[in-house]
Nanobody, 125 residues
Framework: QVQLVESGGGLVQAGDSLRLSCAAS?????????VAWFRQAPGKEREFVAA????????TYADSAKGRFTISRDNTKNTVYLQMNSLTPEDTAVYYC?????????????????WGKGTLVTVSS
């Protein structure tokens, strides 16, 4: 079993940057999981943001994240990161990380395994 804890959220202004972290612990081997970031804005469905393969060599992004967000991981620290630049108010949401046992280029909430409880990102205009 894997426990995930997100951190790094906060209140920032439009144009600012944030780096989110997703720290894993537990009996599972973190490096055997692909990891994705999702977000959920108030009143909206949870949506995919970015994902990274088990070794970190392959990534995929939602169109809304391309060119602004970068996902990375450090398996020695059991941590996945999401660097977010040029934030806009539309990026305001609770951000979650989640695992999956295999890599693909498409991710849906129902297809994920372990989830964290999320970290809130608020971007003011």
């Amino acid at each position: 079993q894997v426990q995930l804890v997100e951190s790094g959220g906060g209140l920032v202004q439009a144009g600012d940057s944030l780096r989110l972290s997703c720290a894993a612990s537990g009996r599972g081997t973190f490096s055997t999981y692909a990891v994705a970031w999702f977000r959920q804005a108030p009143g909206k469905e949870r949506e995919f943001v970015a994902a990274i393969s088990r070794a970190g060599g392959v990534t995929t992004y939602a169109d809304s994240a391309k060119g602004r967000f970068t996902i990375s991981r450090d398996n020695t620290k059991n941590t996945v990161y999401l660097q977010m630049n040029s934030l806009t108010p539309e990026d305001t949401a609770v951000y979650y990380c989640a695992t999956r046992a295999y890599w693909s280029t498409t991710y849906f909430p129902d297809g994920m395994g372990y989830w964290g409880k999320g970290t809130l990102v608020t971007v003011s205009s």
